[in-house]
């Protein structure tokens, strides 16, 4: 079993960063697809971000250029650096985890809210 720990969501104004942190424990392997997904309200959840077992990231259109997902495999720990935000990047954001793909485990979520 794995389990995924996620923090660093908050309220901040449009225009300013956080950086969500996702900790892993458990069954896990270092070359795992590692990744972020987010859910606002009323929509249904949605991809952010992923980083492949060799490193490689890809990222949805919206936030390219904004956000940047890392990884430190020493500490089992997965980060999604969030700058420029903006009013639609409010959401539930989650982190996951799978051997060979994503959705095979998940974070409990955490809270990101870009208002003024």
């Known amino acids: 079993q794995v389990q995924l720990v996620e923090s660093g969501g908050g309220l901040v104004q449009p225009g300013g960063s956080l950086r969500l942190s996702c900790a892993a424990s458990?069954?896990?392997?270092?070359?795992?697809?590692m990744g972020w997904y987010r859910q606002a309200p009323g929509k249904q959840r949605e991809f952010v971000a992923r980083?492949?077992?060799?490193?490689?990231?890809y990222y949805e259109d919206s936030v390219k250029g904004r956000f940047t997902m890392s990884r430190d495999v020493a500490k089992n720990t997965m980060f999604l650096q969030m700058n420029s935000l903006k009013p639609e990047d409010t959401a539930v954001y989650y982190c996951?985890?799978?051997?060979?793909?994503?959705?095979?485990?998940w974070g409990q979520g955490t809270q990101v809210t870009v208002s003024s």
């Open positions: 996951t985890r799978g051997r060979y793909s994503l959705g095979q485990y």
């Open positions: 458990g069954n896990i392997f270092s070359t795992d697809v």
């Open positions: 980083i492949s077992g060799g490193g490689t990231t």
